[in-house]
């Protein structure tokens, strides 16, 4: 018996794959049939998997081209399924790290510095409760297996928000992709705490006075310090 043919997800991230990677490269040309033929799937499928890379600006179909890949300048690289496409590739994963190592430097000490001035009494309540939380992970590692990832990212996604500035915030979904694959890929250790557990109460706690400065420089030290340790 033959095997099932292979969810729309599944194509998907093959295809994905192969583009990061350079296997199917920029300008090169195919069509909806040879889709088809290579995964064993319906004409269906094979164009819906097409219209998910064209939504992500990887591709272009045209009646009398076939589908085309696009450059790297077209994609939508905020996208959490390319940067994922991205760190899990041998051939791209050092670029992505490095990409998002300097992305989070210009954008989340702006976001704790907004944050200090337009954070809510909840929001900044929350980012202490977090903080503590961090820290009791530290002594006392949890039983549940990613809670210190999961808290992490829920203390630097909500200084996003926190900001008040709407574009910032936006990117809270490409910065759980971010750190999720930062945790795996991006460092040898794979601590997404990194020793900087003292730093973010000390962050939460210039947030919740209201000490942009501080707060500002604080998210810096704690990007320069979990790269430093983490590598």
């Known amino acids: 018996m033959s095997a099932a043919p292979p969810l729309l997800g599944s194509v998907v991230d093959q295809l994905g794959a192969e583009l990061v990677s350079g296997d199917l490269a920029e300008g090169e040309r195919f069509r909806l049939g040879d889709v088809e033929k290579r995964f064993g799937i319906s004409r269906t ?41 991205r760190l899990n590739n041998d051939k791209t994963r050092g670029q992505q790290v490095a990409r998002l190592n300097e992305l989070r430097l210009g954008i989340e000490p702006v976001a704790a510095r907004l944050a200090a001035g337009n954070a809510t009494a909840q929001q900044r309540a929350e980012l202490l409760r977090l903080a503590a939380r961090l820290a009791e992970l530290e002594s006392t590692p949890s039983p549940r297996v990613g809670e210190e990832l999961e808290t992490d990212l829920r203390f630097h996604t909500l200084i996003l928000r926190a900001s008040g500035n709407e574009m910032l915030a936006a990117l809270a979904p490409s910065l759980v992709a971010m750190l999720k694959g930062k945790s795996v890929f991006g460092s040898r250790k794979r601590d997404p705490i990194g020793g900087t557990t003292q730093l973010h109460m000390e962050l939460a706690r210039a947030i919740d006075a209201g000490l942009a400065d501080a707060a500002e420089e604080t998210s810096r030290t704690i990007l320069d310090r979990t790269r430093a340790e983490n590598g």
């Open 45 to 85: 499928v094979a164009r819906e998997a097409m219209r998910a890379l064209e939504h992500l600006g990887m591709v272009s179909s045209g009646r009398r081209v076939g589908i085309t890949v696009l450059p790297m300048e077209k994609w939508a690289v905020y996208d959490p399924a390319i940067i994922g496409w």
